[in-house]
């Protein structure tokens, strides 16, 4: 980032807002109807973090029946329901939609914009979430129960073998997938045409060219998403055979499709945690981000590579051992731009000036973790190995060190981050101690022993399994509640903060903090940027 | 303080990394089995030469991490430097992971192209999958069975203790010989399954429609537990695979022995058509089969899962429809996950679970249906 002046000058731009926006609706029209980037971004964030608890609350059912072996609390049926609900839960009700709220907050402040582009499709966007979930969680209490064939829907037990409940399954992914594409779409429009004058796009911040790159694969593969379950509904209802052998068609066919969505996905949900981490640590370590461009062109080959290592998800169904090849080398080369990113972080702290509050202490804990999944990602590419480990709790592990404690983990940094800048006011530091070390340890209590479980062989989605693997199963469930009522401090945390309690806090906020956002005042005026700034 | 706490964020790992060090040796409980193929031990062998070169890449970028944390930070008076970037540096540390890369796929390639290689068998099992069963079809001998879990339902539900193999027993255990290239082509009858036998470092998915192949060829005798490795619904839990390797001398006693049973069970099944079970006797199969084969889906009670799987109780199809009755067991109904019992019971079990189902639970027909109703159903008569 080069220096920045701000043409309108920041003190007066308060009362300047208040002579065109009269009359704003109160109380909860305030929030149904606003068109406001920061409003809709709070409200996209506390959606994910209610999701996230329900989500959460899933992951304990599944913890507490898998604590010992037997079937004490659920039946396998529901368990298998808990399994699939909270995957769609935590991916499309969390992540998702969390990172939307980061971007709504932040793009527009980053480059200097007075509000996205699109300011009421922003709102629909977030508005048909709720019921999005609201019929997908609904679904649970039908006869039947709701999906239980996993978070990937196979075909064709999501077809011919699954319950009525698919219907309202299929239409509540095309709602999120609408509302993403619309999210996508906004995003995009935003950092093409909304960049304040001299702000070109090699001078962007980094979480705004990740968001950009994650913005374009949205628009890519969530339409693939929606014609999977399409054809999943035309295969249960309508009398089509896309996945069924007996009628022409072919139930890998549908794997094919899920993953040429599915992984790009993945990184969907990690590319703008890339960018949050970009942002934390050269702040905390007082130095420029090293490498901004390779940084830039690692994202985005990272996204391009995602369209060519889907069938690394499949290697067990059966390919030709050609395309088996070509997918474990093309899955192995995205750890090149990925080590690459991990390399400039480093760096980045190298010879710094280091400090840890919160944030920092979120974004290394990121590094650390996310890196140890990233590691165990590159074992999973390699074929051969891949059958034994395919389908074991060592994927699990694999996921949760990749979402939870890359994903999730960057979120909170975060949040912790930008959230005075929101709301004026220093976070409570001692409850954000407490909610990091209590998280960190308890995630990998949670998480670790996972590997050993699955290499020994235990395979995932079972509500009840062999003696073997019964002490680390106590493990894990135990590092899952505490994780689980860790999170509990992060929602004081957070309502304390909303109620604007705790110290004020400089424009600047952190020491060694840069960028538009820092500029503008504490808290976020409603209105920013309503004459752009000049970025040198 | 601050330092002290950052610094443990890192340190925090390494018990975690002496365990995975520990589980070097092959204890299974803690690190993939090394297994009885040649195979399985190439597998492992990757396996931990992956795990060590990732050990040593975190080791490696961690400590240059937390040396810079300790010595480069605000409170030790570091003063922040200027550079921000350095092109030889990064040309690198992308070249190097590169080499490394290239270094990992060339074993793995030769590994995979061996597992791949199903040519030259030197006999060959149908495996099929099916809701929560595999059945095994010796293709070079008369011998089929299906192989369903052993363990209690009562250890499952905790009234019993549990046995040293909970859940990875079956009944009747699929053989092979040692030694000889075994082909398993691999299928299934409804949902996707995946057949895995970790020592064998096997993991195949069973496509409905479509068959995959796979082989071994196990240096020890022994008995091998797996599981089935893919959500295939309610009791993908319940679905272990045990195969046990013989030397070949017992295993051609043994297939001899089984094709023996196989053609006396026919005879028998040609006799029981003759004759007229008692309802008594009929009533005590026909509990035993339902339990064993129905109650998965059905229920032991006969009500079922309401929206998942229709109640037997009070059933239209039972209370009226006797030749539909015995018709959708023998063939099974598509479009539903009512599969065919027509391979896995006799016609003279399936005519005792009909008498069972038609006067259990207060569906009293009074009906009484013996194996030659049976058959005329199959014959079409």
């Known amino acids: 980032m080069s220096t920045i002046t701000d043409t309108a000058g920041n003190t007066n731009e308060h009362d300047h807002h208040d002579d065109h926006h009269h009359g704003a609706p109160k109380g909860i029209m305030r929030w149904l109807l606003t068109t406001n980037h920061k409003d809709i971004g709070t409200l996209y964030l506390w959606f994910a973090f209610i999701m996230f608890l329900v989500g959460g609350a899933m992951a304990m059912v599944i913890r507490a029946e898998l604590f010992q072996p037997g079937l004490q609390i659920v039946d396998p049926n529901f368990f298998n329901q808990m399994t699939t609900v909270h995957g769609l839960i935590m991916v499309f009700g969390a992540v998702m939609p969390a990172f939307t709220g980061l971007a709504n907050w932040l793009v527009p402040m980053m480059i200097g914009a007075p509000d996205m582009a699109l300011p009421r499709m922003n709102n629909w966007s977030f508005w048909i979430l709720p019921f999005a979930f609201l019929i997908l969680l609904a679904s649970l209490f039908m006869e039947g129960g709701g999906p239980s064939f996993g978070w990937t829907f196979y075909a064709p037990l999501s077809t011919t073998y699954s319950s009525d409940s698919t219907a309202l399954f299929v239409f509540s992914v095309h709602i999120m997938g609408i509302s993403s594409i619309m999210g996508a779409i906004n995003v995009i429009v935003t950092i093409i045409n909304m960049r304040a004058p001299g702000m070109t796009l090699m001078k962007m911040p980094m979480f705004v060219w990740t968001w950009l790159i994650t913005a374009f694969l949205l628009i890519a593969v969530m339409p693939v998403l929606a014609a999977a379950v399409t054809m999943v509904l035309t295969d249960k209802y309508f009398g089509t055979d896309f996945f069924n052998a007996a009628g022409g068609g072919d139930p890998v066919m549908f794997q094919h499709i899920f993953w040429f969505f599915g992984h790009p996905e993945v990184y969907i949900m990690i590319l703008p945690a890339f960018g949050i981490i970009s942002h934390i640590i050269p702040t905390f370590s007082r130095k420029k981000l090293f490498g901004y461009a390779s940084m830039v062109y690692a994202t985005a080959s990272i996204a391009l590579l995602s369209f060519v290592v889907w069938a690394h998800h499949m290697f067990t169904t059966g390919m030709p051992v050609g395309a088996e090849l070509f997918f474990m080398v093309a899955t192995m080369l995205i750890s090149v731009p990925t080590g690459v990113k991990v390399f400039n972080w480093v760096a980045t702290m190298w010879q710094g000036s280091m400090t840890f509050e919160i944030p920092m202490l979120f974004a290394i804990s990121f590094i650390v973790l996310f890196t140890i999944g990233g590691l165990s990602g590159l074992m999973l590419a390699i074929t051969p190995v891949d059958f034994q480990y395919h389908d074991t709790y060592f994927v699990v592990a694999h996921f949760h060190y990749v979402l939870v404690t890359g994903a999730v983990f960057s979120i909170m940094a975060a949040v912790y981050y930008w959230l005075p800048k929101w709301t004026g006011k220093m976070f409570d530091i001692r409850l954000a101690k407490w909610h990091f070390w209590c998280s960190l340890v308890s995630v990998n209590v949670l998480f670790f022993p996972m590997h050993f479980v699955g290499l020994a062989g235990m395979p995932r989605r079972i509500p009840d399994y062999a003696l073997q693997f019964a002490d680390f199963n106590q493990w894990i469930s135990i590092g899952g509640f505490a994780f689980g009522l860790s999170q509990l401090i992060f929602l004081a945390l957070v309502i304390k903060a909303c109620r604007k309690q705790g110290e004020p806090v400089t424009d600047q906020v952190w020491d060694g903090a840069e960028g538009l956002e820092w500029e503008i005042p504490s808290p976020a005026p409603y209105h920013t940027f309503d004459t752009p700034p000049v970025v040198r | ?381």
């Open chain 2, 1 to 381: 303080m601050k330092l002290l706490k950052s610094v443990f964020s890192g340190t925090a790992l390494l018990p975690f990394l002496l365990m995975a060090q520990e589980s070097a040796d092959s204890r299974s409980d803690l690190n993939m089995r090394v297994g009885v193929t040649d195979i399985s031990e190439q597998v492992y062998g990757l396996h931990m030469l992956m795990f060590w070169i990732c050990v040593a890449i975190a080791v490696a970028v961690f400590s240059v991490m937390f040396y810079s944390m300790v010595k480069h930070r605000k409170a030790a008076g570091h003063k922040p430097a200027n550079f921000h970037e350095n092109v030889k540096v990064e040309i690198v540390w992308t070249i190097v992971p590169f080499l490394i890369l290239i270094g990992m796929a060339i074993p793995a390639a030769s590994t995979l192209i061996e597992m791949e290689d199903t040519s030259k068998p030197d006999m060959t099992v149908l495996v099929t999958g099916s809701q929560w069963k595999w059945h095994y079809k010796y293709m070079d001998n008369e011998v089929e069975f299906f192989s369903t879990l052993a363990t209690q339902r009562e250890q499952i539900e905790n009234q019993f203790p549990k046995g040293e193999n909970y859940l990875l027993e079956v009944d009747r255990p699929l053989v092979i010989p040692t030694g000889q290239k075994v082909r398993f082509l691999i299928t299934s009858d409804d949902v996707i399954h995946s057949w895995w036998v970790p020592d064998f470092a096997v993991k195949k998915d069973a496509n409905p429609g479509f068959i995959n192949e796979a082989w071994t060829r196990v240096n020890k005798p022994g008995v091998y537990r797996g599981q089935c490795a893919e959500l295939c619904g309610k009791d993908h839990g319940y679905m272990p695979v045990v195969v046990i390797a013989k030397e070949p001398a017992d295993y051609a006693a043994w297939i001899g022995e089984q094709e023996r049973i196989a053609l006396e069970r026919q005879a028998e099944e040609q006799r029981l058509l003759a004759m007229n079970m008692s309802k008594e006797e009929l009533m005590a199969t026909g509990e035993r089969s339902y339990n064993a084969v129905c109650a998965a889906c059905h229920q032991p009670n006969g009500e079922g899962l309401p929206g998942v799987f229709p109640a037997l109780k009070n059933s239209p199809l039972i209370m009226n429809d006797l030749e539909g009755h015995i018709d959708i067991i023998l063939n099974g109904r598509t479009g539903t996950s009512m599969q065919s019992f027509s391979r896995q019971l006799t016609m003279s079990e399936i005519a005792a679970v009909v008498t069972y189902t038609r006067n259990a639970w207060g569906n009293n027909t009074g009906d009484i249906v013996q194996a030659k109703d049976v058959n005329a159903v199959m014959q079409g008569e």
